[in-house]
T-cell receptor, first 111, second 115 residues
Framework: DAKTTQPPSMDCAEGRAANLPCNHS???????VYWYRQIHSQGPQYIIH???NNETNEMASLIITEDRKSSTLILPHATLRDTAVYYC????????????FGSGTQLTVLP | GAVVSQHPSWVICKSGTSVKIECRSL??????MFWYRQFPKQSLMLMAT?????????EQGVEKDKFLINHASLTLSTLTVTSAHPEDSSFYIC???????????FGSGTQLSVL
């Protein structure tokens, strides 16, 4: 599994876009980039994932660089409920594989 | 989307007793489930992989006789913490490995406190 590097913490003003970076310089060609978040005392929640192309869903956008060595998760209009630890994971897809969590980024949305 | 239900959400027990945690996939079949443990202010650490109809696979350093895993059906895996001690107090989380559109889903977690 490719190792990922994320800043330990970030702040964001409520209503503004939150841009969370992730470095995965050793990612292999068939590994996806997954983003999960964990709100305090809850299980991780899936946000988005992608392989090469940028992705968008109702929660967020994922921007992957052309060389795939880094990515950015964008929460377009952060709310206080988005305060959580955000995990970037590079891994293969498949039902037989677990996900390996790093230390993540603690995002705090400020009022 | 797929839902993974974990029960109980929290449990307090006396030292030396055993505690069972259930993990259910509600709307899909899961041949593989994963159990994680998370200590305060730390990330999730994989404990074991639960395989339906066969023995679980434990990560290095996890005692299989202490953390008993049973995966008797395609929708239920259980983790039993035997002879619990205060150092076993932690947040336990399960996830189901039957991927829907390449996503892995997690239970809501169980906070275990051993007195």
């Amino acid at each position: 599994d490719a190792k990922t590097t994320q800043p330990p913490s970030m702040d964001c003003a409520e209503g503004r876009a939150a841009n969370l970076p992730c470095n995965h310089s050793t990612i292999s060609g068939n590994e996806y980039v997954y983003w999960y978040r964990q709100i305090h005392s809850q299980g991780p929640q899936y946000i988005i994932h992608g392989l090469k192309n940028n992705e968008t869903n109702e929660m967020a956008s994922l921007i992957i660089t052309e060389d795939r060595k880094s990515s950015t998760l964008i929460l377009p209009h952060a709310t206080l409920r988005d305060t959580a630890v955000y995990y970037c994971i590079a891994d293969l897809s498949g039902s037989a594989r677990q996900l390996t969590f790093g230390s993540g980024t603690q995002l705090t949305v400020l009022p | 989307g797929a839902v993974v239900s974990q029960h109980p959400s929290w449990v307090i027990c006396k030292s030396g007793t055993s505690v069972k945690i259930e993990c259910r996939s509600l709307d899909f079949q899961a041949t593989t489930m994963f159990w994680y443990r998370q200590f305060p202010k730390q990330s999730l650490m994989l404990m074991a992989t639960s395989n339906e109809g066969s023995k679980a696979t434990y990560e290095q350093g996890v005692e299989k006789d202490k953390f008993l895993i049973n995966h008797a059906s395609l929708t239920l895996s259980t983790l039993t913490v035997t002879s619990a001690h205060p150092e076993d107090s932690s947040f336990y989380i399960c996830s189901a490995g039957a991927w829907e559109n390449e996503k892995l889903f997690f239970g809501s977690g169980t906070q275990l406190s051993v007195l």
